[in-house]
């Protein structure tokens, strides 16, 4: 059963750069049948959607938030990341990693449980 | 840019009711569509996937329908369990994105 766990600071400066990683056990994200996702929600808000990444580190980001964002594969630690810069108060939001089937990349089997970051000075 | 509509914005229902959840795709015709539901401080669950096919362990009373542009979660008859949020989620291979609706907050009557 593969698990997702995201890590990263809980509260960023406004204009910092947000930096989490998910890591992820019992599965390989050097596996080619799967995606791996960023996702967000920001308090009283929607689920966003912030970009993926295959194992061969294509990516492919929400058109909203791709000025602003890098998301990375390390397929030797068996992790992803993410980095949005220029952070405003607008980014605080529950942030969510998860795994979704190459096949069918609207059907994300496996999702991490979520860590809220904050923007705030 | 594609925008997904999701209609109604909010359901008030009672148990035992039946509830219907639309979504219409702005520009596509893709049918690799998901539907997820959200609680309160609770990761997103899948639902159903590719416009039809239900996800492991979901039960029979939710299913899903429709063809691009315009799409339909239903769940027959609403348990207390099923008050929550409900997304759809769609793929497009070109430009490969998703596209993800306001959701549709299903609440107590």
């Known amino acids: 059963q593969v698990q997702l766990q995201e890590s990263g600071p809980g509260l960023v400066k406004p204009s910092e750069t947000l930096s989490l990683t998910c890591t992820v056990s019992g599965g390989s994200t050097s596996s080619g049948d799967y995606y791996w996702v960023w996702m967000r929600k920001p308090p009283g808000k929607g689920l966003e959607w912030i970009g993926y990444i295959y194992h061969s580190g294509s990516t492919y980001y929400n058109p909203s938030l791709k000025s602003r964002s890098f998301i990375s594969v390390d397929t030797s630690k068996n992790l992803f990341s993410l980095e949005l810069n220029s952070v405003t108060a607008a980014d605080t939001a529950v942030y969510y990693c998860?795994?979704?089937?190459?096949?069918?990349?609207?059907?994300?089997?496996?999702w991490g449980q979520g860590t809220l970051v904050t923007v705030s000075s | 840019e594609r925008v997904m509509t999701q209609s109604p914005a909010t359901l008030s229902v009672s148990p035992g009711e039946r509830v219907t959840v639309t979504c219409r795709a702005s520009q596509s015709d893709s049918n690799n569509l998901a539907w997820y539901q959200q609680k309160p401080g609770q990761v997103p669950r899948l639902l159903i996937y590719g416009t039809s096919t239900r996800a492991e362990g979901i039960p029979a009373r939710f299913s899903g329908s429709g063809s691009g542009p315009e799409f339909t979660l239903t769940i027959s008859s609403l348990e207390s369990e099923d008050f929550a949020t409900y997304y759809c989620l769609q793929y497009n291979s070109w430009p490969p994105s998703l596209t993800l609706g306001p959701g549709t907050k299903v609440e107590f009557k």
């Open positions: 998860a795994r979704s089937i190459a096949v069918a990349p609207e059907r994300f089997d496996s």
